[in-house]
Structure formats: C-alpha cells, structure tokens
C-alpha cells in the first residue's frame, strides 16, 4: 500500500487535501484524523507536520508526501521533487534596517535570524559568505528590534509585515518556492507513486485549461486552429450544414476571453467554454 504524507495544517494542508480530492483520493473528514486509509486506491495517507514530511520521505518511513520547496531544502533529507502542484508560491529573501546591508557579501560577519537554517547555511556558503545563522521559530521579523540579529531571511509575500518593523529586503530572491510531489532519492519505481504522479498531473493541467467548443466557416479552419491550436492538434468535424465545421481545442484558461475574442472577430460563432474535471495527456 502506496503511503503518502499530507500536510496536518499550515497554509498548504486546505490546497492539498483539495487536489487530492480532485485526483480521486479520500481524504480525512475531521481534522484530528492523523491516518486515513483508502483502500479502493491501495493508499494511507499520514497528516503530518509539512516541516517533517521531507524527513519521512527521506527515510523512507513513507513513499511519498506533499511539502514545501523551501522546506524540503532546508531539511537536508534524501527526497527529491517530483513534480510542482501550482499552489503555495512564496518567495524567500533576506531583509535588514535600510543603510546597513545591499548585498549577500554585506552579511559576513553578521548575525542573520531564520527559521530555515539548513537552507540559509547552505545560501551563505555558495556565496562564500561566513555569517552566524541564529535559528527561531516562528516569525523572526523582531529579531532585529530585539537585538539578537542584524539580518533575517524569510518568506516575503507583500512586504508589509517588513515595512512595518522599518526593514526592507535586499538581494535576489534565496529561494522560489511552491507545493512540491517528493519522493525518497534513488528510491525504486513504484506503480502506486507512478499513478499519483499522472492523476497530480492530470487535476494541475485541468486547472490550467479549459475546454473550448466552437462552429467556424469551413473557408477559415485553418485560420482559426492557428488560434487554437490545442495541445497535439484540435479536433475538428463536420455539421449538417458543408459550410461550417465544429473545432473543439483545450486552451489555457488565463487567455480564454482573448481566444474568444480573436475567434469571433475572424467570424467563428456558438463559442463554448467548459471547465476540465480531470484529464490525462
């Protein structure tokens, strides 16, 4: 039986109980659930701390599990990414008072307040960047004010929680972070882990498409498929009427309406859109 470690809360725990709904997986009905067992699948899932489920897949404890990219770097463990999930992007950086610090090489010597050790150790020595990581957990934007660092690094979405301790960030980003497929390093091929991979797949690429359905002059198929061009090639068939033909193509949902748009201006019409439940491709 496939074991796959879910996040027990945090901001990515909702995001992947939903995909894994969406994929065809049961999954827990009461939060203090810690192991829910499917057996139509041949699947446990195990809720756990998303800062531990790189460890477990690590040490092979479970086959599998859904974390954080910032996390399963900074734990150091033998997992690797599978795949991305398109959910819980989050950018990591270094932030510090304004005036003090510019650039990585400014940090040496510095005391620099995170709580991703693992991961700001590693950053500082590809830099060649000696400094004193000081772990906390928990936020570490008072660190400064409190006076047990002189730099912190951590996750930065709007800013706003760094202006307000009158701080700034610095740098390029350390990190590009997002919801991560993991799985032990160098472990076997494992159908069950090969079925999760294509139906993760399958529920990120439906999310990202939608279906398509239109009625074009026969004279401007080929005009149109150029539009809509679909994945390997659009569907077209015959009406009743010789002098229109029906195209249906998956386009990316972000540009439906310009698609939509760009069709009726060359004369398409009865343009449909339908949502994408799950697919495989």
């Known amino acids: 039986m496939l074991r796959i470690a879910v996040p027990n809360k945090g901001s990515l725990a909702d995001p992947a109980a939903e995909m894994l709904r969406e994929a065809g997986y049961r999954t827990r009905r009461d939060s203090k659930e810690l192991v829910v067992n499917d057996e139509a699948n041949g699947v446990e899932l195990f809720y756990l701390r998303p800062r531990d489920i ?80 000081v772990r906390l957990d928990g936020a570490v934007e008072t660190a400064i004010t409190l006076g047990v660092a002189d730099v912190i690094a951590d996750v930065v979405e709007t800013g706003a929680t760094l202006r307000s301790q009158g ?10 972070s997002e919801a991560v497929l993991i799985r032990r390093d160098g ?40 539009i809509t061009p679909g994945l390997e090639s659009p569907t077209v ?30 004369g398409a019409r009865a343009i449909l859109v339908t949502d994408i439940a799950a697919c495989r491709l």
């Open 54 to 133: 790189a460890v477990y897949v690590g040490s092979g404890t479970v086959d599998c599990g859904i974390t954080g990219r910032d996390l399963l770097l900074d734990s150091g463990s033998a997992a690797t990414e599978v795949m991305t999930l398109g959910f819980g992007g989050s950018t990591f950086r270094y932030a510090g008072k304004p005036g003090t610090v510019s650039a990585v090489a400014d940090i040496a010597g510095r005391r620099v307040a995170t709580s991703y050790q693992g991961l700001v150790e590693k950053h500082l020595a590809e830099h060649g960047v000696q400094a004193q990581v």
């Open 167 to 176: 701080l700034e960030v610095f740098g390029d980003p350390i990190l590009r």
């Open 237 to 266: 068939s015959n009406l009743q009427n010789p002098d229109w033909k029906a195209v249906r193509a998956m386009v990316p949902r972000s540009v439906t309406n310009q698609v939509m748009d760009q069709l009726w201006e060359i």
């Open 187 to 226: 472990s076997h091929e494992d159908s069950g882990i090969e079925v999760l991979h294509r139906r993760m797949l399958g529920v990120v690429t439906a999310r990202h498409y939608v279906m398509l359905d239109y009625d074009v002059p026969a004279a401007l198929v080929d005009e149109a498929c150029a």
